[in-house]
């Protein structure tokens, strides 16, 4: 099947600082990829809809100034979580759609957990 | 709003037996529909996909959708302890559409 990575998988950093978390397809090309989040016992919420060439997409409530999101290639998106605070410790997953039969299946990353102190 | 609903469990199951997990959603108009399991601390990993009514079988697991019911569910025959994770069931609301919606899960356990 499809390979997505993340990098980092953990990072802990100070309350303010910015985080960068990278999505890779590594055997296919995605022109779009999706970022959820994922908090402790909960399911994952879409954040944003990744779009390679174009702005990101944002789901109601998901704040697109401190949520950077570029999608520089075909294999490649970024999340950077600007001026991170607490609360906005989880886990972030993305994911690339791989085209099959005429729905398209969706392979995730290995998450990257974040905690901000 | 759309929904997808599971019972959050925790779903215990000795081993051997089959685990028979359940999702609705509020949307008639929804086009696929997929199960994911989901180790603690990892992310989701795709198990199944559905998209027509009747049952589909891979392996041990097996889905089955009603559309008219608006209810999609995995049965995993011959339970085993490392089938213990949380069960996702997710739905694409429109055909074509990159993007799934997902219900909170169920949490099962397997008891050897």
């Known amino acids: 099947g499809a390979v997505v990575s993340q990098h980092p998988s953990r990072v802990i950093c100070k309350s303010g600082t910015s985080v960068k978390i990278e999505c890779r397809s590594l055997d296919f090309q995605a022109t779009t990829m999706f970022w959820y989040r994922q908090f402790p016992k909960k399911s994952l919420m879409l954040m944003a809809t990744?779009?390679?060439?174009?702005?990101?997409?944002?789901e109601q409530g998901v704040e697109k100034d401190k949520f950077l999101i570029n999608h520089a290639s075909l294999t490649l998106s970024t999340l950077t979580v600007t001026s991170a605070h607490p609360e906005d410790s989880s886990f972030y997953i993305c994911s690339a759609p791989a085209t099959g039969f005429f729905q398209e299946t969706q392979y995730f990353g290995p998450g990257t957990r974040l905690l901000v102190l | 709003q759309k929904e997808v609903e599971q019972n959050s469990g925790p779903l215990s199951v000795p081993e051997g037996a089959i685990a028979s997990l359940n999702c609705t959603y509020s949307d008639r108009g929804s086009q696929s529909f997929f199960w994911y399991r989901q180790y603690s601390g990892k992310s989701p990993e795709l198990i199944m996909s559905?998209?027509?009514?009747g049952d589909k079988e891979d392996g041990r697991f097996t889905a089955q959708l009603n559309k008219a019911s608006q209810y999609v569910s995995l049965l995993i025959r011959d339970s085993q302890p490392s089938d213990s994770a949380t069960y996702l069931c997710a739905v694409n609301w429109q055909t074509g559409a990159n993007n799934l919606f997902f219900g909170t899960g169920t949490r099962l356990t397997v008891i050897p």
């Open positions: 990744s779009n390679e060439g174009s702005k990101a997409t944002y």
């Open positions: 559905i998209y027509s009514n």
